[in-house]
C-alpha cells in the first residue's frame, strides 16, 4: 500500500521517529510496532545502520526534522542514555519550531515520575546527570517534564499489548491525515451523504458491519463511495476500493473458478502483493481474520461477486467495514445486508448548485443565466450525472448556446449520459426490458394496478417483472396513504428507452416511435407487421397526417396507441377516415386531439383498459352499448364539443372518469348508477352541467370535483363513502349527508381547472 501523505506544506521522508532505549523495547515492544505499522503503510525511521556515541549525530537530527510523527518511547532506562535525553530535546525543538506531531508510549513507567525524574527512573536519570554539567541535566529535566504533559499511551493501563499497539496505529494514521483530503470538498451535498453512512457504519462499534450504499445509475453512489474512502481508509490497518465490479465476468471459468479468480485480485489490491496465486476460497478468511479493514466493492450486480469477496463477516478482524454500492436491492436482501444508505435525488435547490458548480465553478447562475440554469436542471431530472456531464459541457458557453443545448435536451440523450443508464438496462432478461421499454413510452407516472392490468392477456410477468425493475433502482413505485402505486421512471430513462428503441433492427421492433416512420406505414398501410405491440406517434413538427382506412389492419396485435404533441408547432392537420379500423386488442388509447366527432363505428372497446382522448373534437364517443368490461380509466377532460357520454352500465371495472372542462356536456348518463369500483369522479369546468342522476349509491366513490359547474343547483346522493367534495363556484345550496366525509371545499377556485390537478391522497386526476 502506498504510505499515507502528508497535508503539511513540509515535505516529510518519514511519517514516524522513534525515540526509545534499545535494551528495554527494541526486541519487544519496537519490533511489534513496526510490523503493525508496515500493515498500515506507515513508514518508519530505521536507526539500525547509526552507530550510537555520547552524542548524537547529524544524521539522527535530520532523520527527527524528516519525520511527521516522533513516537517517544518512555520506558524505566530511558533516562539511563545521554542520547535519548538529547534526542528528546531535539524532538521538542522540532515541535516547537516546525509543528512537529509528537505522541508519547510510557511502557512500564510513571508519567509523574517522569516528570518529577523520581522513582527507578529518577535514579537513572540522576545517574546519567552525575557525569554531566548542571545546565544539561536542567536542559533534560525541562524536556523530561514538557514530554510527560503529552498525553500518550500507558502500557500499564492495557490488559494486551497487541490492541495497545493496534491503537497506537489509528492514532498516528488520523494523524497523519488529520488534514481531510480535498479531493471532494465543495461538492454539494456531500457532507449530509457521508454524515449519514457514518452513522449506520457504527465505527467505534467492534463487531464486523457490512453496509450498502444502493441508488439509481448516476445518483453518485461511487463518489460517495470514493469521499467516504478517502475519509476512512487510514484508520484501518488495510484498506481497498474495488472498483469496476460490474465488469467482472465468468471469462470462460466456471462458478468456482470466478470466484477464485475475483479473490486473487482482490488479495492482490489488499495486500499490494502483485499476482497473487491462491487455491481455495478460504484465503481471504486467512489473510485477513486478524486484520482490521476497510473495503469498498464498488458496482456490484451479481451475487456471486459478494459471495467470492464478502461471503462472511467472520472473513475480516474485529471492525472490519464492508461498504457495497449496487443499483441491485433484491441482491442486498438476498445476502442479508439490512443496513443500506439509499441515496436521494438532491433537491431543487442543490440540484441547480450541482450544474452551476460544473458550469459556472460556483454554486449560483451567472448573472443572465438564470432561468436558463433552472431549465437545464430539470431537463436533466436532477441526475447528479446529468448535472455534471451537461454542466460541464456547458462551460464557458453564451446564452445561445445554452439555448441550443435545452433544445436538444428534450429530445437527445448526451452519449455519456446514456453508457451509464444503459448498463442497468442490458443486465435485464427480455421480459424485464419489454416491460421496461413499455413503462419508458406508455406507463411512465401510471397506477401499478393499471399496468398489471394492461398485461393480463399477455405472457409477461409484470408482477415480476415491476418487482425487478424496482429492485434495479430503474424505476420507483410510488405508495399513496390510500394504497394506491404510482410507478415513477426518471426522465432520462425514459430518453435512454427511446435510445434503446431506436437502435433495434426495424424488424425486431415491438414499439414503433420514429414520427416519420410511423407517418409512412399509417399513410401507405405499409410495413411493420404481427410484432408491433405498441405505437407512440409524437406529431409535432408534421405537417398534416392522412391515415388510411385499413392502416392497422397489418398491425392485428397493436394493444398500445398513443397520439399526442410534445410541442404546440401550429401544425393540426390530421385526418382520420369515418370508417377506419382501429385494432380489435387495443388495450390503451390515449390520443390527444383527436379531430373526428366520434370514433368510427367498427371501434371495438372490448379490451380497452383505458380510454384518453383528452382535448379531442369529440361530440360522442360511440352509439349504442357496448362491451366495456376491462375499462379502468376514462379521461375525455377539455373535449369541449362533448355533448353526451356513452351507455356505460357494462363498465363495470371503471374507477376514474375524468370529464373537467367538457363545456357541452349537460348531464350524467343514468348508466353511471352501475359503476360500482368508480372511485372519482371529476366534472371541473362543465358550465353547462345541469343533471346528475339522483340514487346511484356508488359504494367505491370516494373523491367528487364539481367545482366550477356554475349551472348546477343538485346534489344527489351519489355515495355514502365519500370523504373529500369539492363544490365551489356552483349553484349548490345544500349538500346530501355523507358521514364520511373530511373535506367539503366550498371556497377553492376549481373553475376551468387544469387536468393535473390532485386530489388529497395525490393521485394525479
Not at 154 to 164: C, P
Not at 452 to 460: H, I, Q, R, V, Y
Not at 661 to 676: A, F, M, T, V
Not at 702 to 730: D, K
Amino acid at each position: 500500500m502506498a504510505s499515507p501523505s502528508s497535508f503539511s506544506s513540509q515535505n516529510y521522508k518519514f511519517n514516524v521517529f522513534a525515540s526509545f532505549h534499545g535494551p528495554d523495547v527494541r526486541k519487544t515492544l519496537l519490533s511489534h510496532i513496526r510490523l503493525q505499522f508496515n500493515r498500515n503503510g506507515i513508514t518508519m525511521f530505521d536507526d539500525q545502520k547509526i552507530v550510537r556515541s555520547a552524542t548524537i549525530g547529524p544524521s539522527l537530527v535530520e532523520a527527527i526534522k524528516e519525520s511527521r510523527i516522533s513516537i517517544v518511547i518512555l520506558s524505566k532506562k530511558y533516562a539511563s542514555s545521554s542520547w535519548c535525553l538529547d534526542e528528546l530535546v531535539e524532538i521538542l525543538e522540532c515541535k516547537k519550531a516546525m509543528g512537529q506531531i509528537v505522541m508519547t508510549i510510557f511502557y512500564g513507567v510513571d508519567p509523574s515520575d517522569v516528570r518529577k525524574q523520581i522513582g527507578k527512573f529518577g535514579i537513572a536519570f540522576n545517574e546519567t546527570c552525575a557525569r554531566k554539567t548542571e545546565e544539561e541535566r536542567q536542559k533534560w529535566s525541562k524536556a523530561l517534564n514538557q514530554v510527560s504533559n503529552i498525553a500518550g499511551e500507558d502500557f500499564l493501563r492495557w490488559d494486551n499489548e497487541a490492541i495497545m499497539i493496534e491503537k497506537i496505529a489509528r492514532d498516528v494514521l488520523d494523524k497523519l491525515n488529520a488534514t481531510p483530503s480535498r479531493d471532494f470538498d465543495g461538492m454539494v451535498g456531500i457532507e449530509a451523504h457521508l454524515r449519514e453512512i457514518k452513522s449506520l457504519l457504527d465505527l467505534d462499534n467492534v463487531e464486523v458491519k457490512i453496509v450498502a450504499i444502493a441508488g439509481p445509475a448516476g445518483i453518485g453512489k461511487t463518489t460517495i463511495a470514493r469521499a467516504l474512502y478517502g475519509l476512512l481508509s487510514k484508520r484501518f490497518q488495510l484498506s481497498c476500493f474495488v472498483d469496476n465490479l460490474r465488469g467482472s465476468y465468468h471469462s470462460g471459468f466456471d462458478e468456482y473458478g470466478f470466484k477464485l479468480h475475483l479473490q486473487e485480485q482482490f488479495l492482490s489490491k489488499v495486500l499490494n502483493q502483485s499476482g497473487m496465486r491462491i487455491c481455495h476460497l478460504g484465503a481471504i478468511k486467512e489473510n485477513l481474520s486478524d486484520q482490521r479493514v476497510l473495503i469498498i466493492l464498488d458496482d456490484v450486480n451479481k451475487l456471486k461477486q459478494l459471495e467470492a469477496l464478502a461471503n462472511e463477516t467472520t472473513w475480516f478482524g474485529p471492525g472490519s467495514r464492508i461498504v457495497v454500492t449496487t443499483e441491485n436491492k433484491e441482491l442486498l436482501q438476498q445476502h442479508g445486508i439490512n443496513n443500506t444508505y439509499h441515496v436521494g435525488f438532491p433537491s431543487d435547490e442543490d440540484a441547480l448548485k450541482i450544474l452551476c458548480s460544473y458550469a459556472f465553478k460556483q454554486t449560483s447562475p451567472r448573472h443572465g443565466f438564470e432561468e436558463l440554469s433552472e431549465s437545464v436542471t430539470k431537463l436533466c431530472g436532477k441526475l447528479p450525472l446529468g448535472l455534471c456531464v451537461v454542466g460541464s459541457s456547458l462551460r464557458g458557453k453564451k446564452e445561445d448556446e445554452w439555448e441550443d443545448v435545452v433544445t436538444r435536451l428534450e429530445t437527445i440523450l448526451d452519449q455519456d449520459i446514456e453508457d451509464v443508464l444503459r448498463v442497468g438496462y442490458e443486465s435485464l432478461d427480455e421480459n424485464a426490458q419489454t416491460l421496461f421499454l413499455h413503462i419508458a413510452i406508455f406507463f411512465n407516472k401510471e397506477d401499478g394496478d393499471l399496468v398489471k392490468t394492461m398485461f393480463a392477456e399477455s405472457d409477461l410477468d409484470v408482477k415480476y417483472g415491476l418487482k425487478i425493475l424496482e429492485n434495479r433502482s430503474l424505476i420507483k413505485m410510488k405508495i399513496f396513504s390510500n394504497g394506491d402505486t404510482k410507478i415513477v421512471m426518471h426522465r432520462l430513462l425514459q430518453q435512454m428507452g427511446k435510445r434503446a428503441i431506436q437502435k433495434q433492427e426495424p424488424w425486431e421492433r415491438q414499439i414503433l416511435i420514429d414520427a416519420r416512420e410511423i407517418c409512412h406505414v399509417l399513410e401507405h398501410a405499409k410495413g411493420t407487421g404481427w410484432n408491433v405491440h405498441g405505437m407512440s406517434f409524437d406529431i409535432s413538427r408534421i405537417s398534416e397526417v392522412s391515415i388510411r382506412k385499413k392502416a392497422f389492419k397489418r398491425m392485428p396485435n397493436l394493444q398500445f396507441l398513443k397520439v399526442y404533441k410534445s410541442k404546440d408547432d401550429g401544425n393540426n392537420r390530421m385526418h382520420v377516415p369515418e370508417e377506419m379500423d382501429f385494432p380489435c386488442l387495443l388495450r390503451l388509447l390515449d390520443w390527444k386531439a383527436y379531430p373526428s366527432k366520434s370514433l368510427p363505428p367498427t371501434f371495438n372497446p372490448e379490451h380497452l383498459v383505458e380510454l384518453n382522448m383528452h382535448s379531442s373534437q369529440l361530440e360522442y364517443l360511440w352509439q349504442g352499448t357496448q362491451p366495456l368490461k376491462n375499462l379502468k380509466k376514462m379521461d375525455l377532460s377539455q373535449s369541449k364539443n362533448l355533448k353526451q357520454l356513452p351507455d356505460l352500465s357494462n363498465a363495470t371495472n371503471l374507477e376514474y372518469l375524468y370529464l373537467m372542462g367538457c363545456e357541452s356536456l349537460i348531464e350524467i348518463p343514468s348508466s353511471i348508477s352501475h359503476l360500482h369500483k368508480l372511485e372519482m369522479l371529476a366534472t371541473v369546468g362543465c358550465i353547462n352541467l345541469e343533471v346528475i342522476p339522483a340514487h346511484m349509491n356508488l359504494e367505491s366513490l370516494q373523491t367528487v370535483y364539481l367545482g366550477g359547474c356554475s349551472r348546477l343547483r343538485n346534489i344527489p346522493v351519489m355515495s355514502t363513502n365519500i370523504r373529500y367534495l369539492f363544490i365551489t363556484n356552483t349553484a349548490v345550496e345544500g349538500v346530501p349527508l355523507c358521514p364520511g366525509l373530511k373535506t367539503l371545499d366550498k371556497t377553492r377556485i376549481f373553475a376551468r381547472a387544469p387536468s393535473f390537478a390532485t386530489n388529497p391522497s395525490g393521485r394525479r386526476l
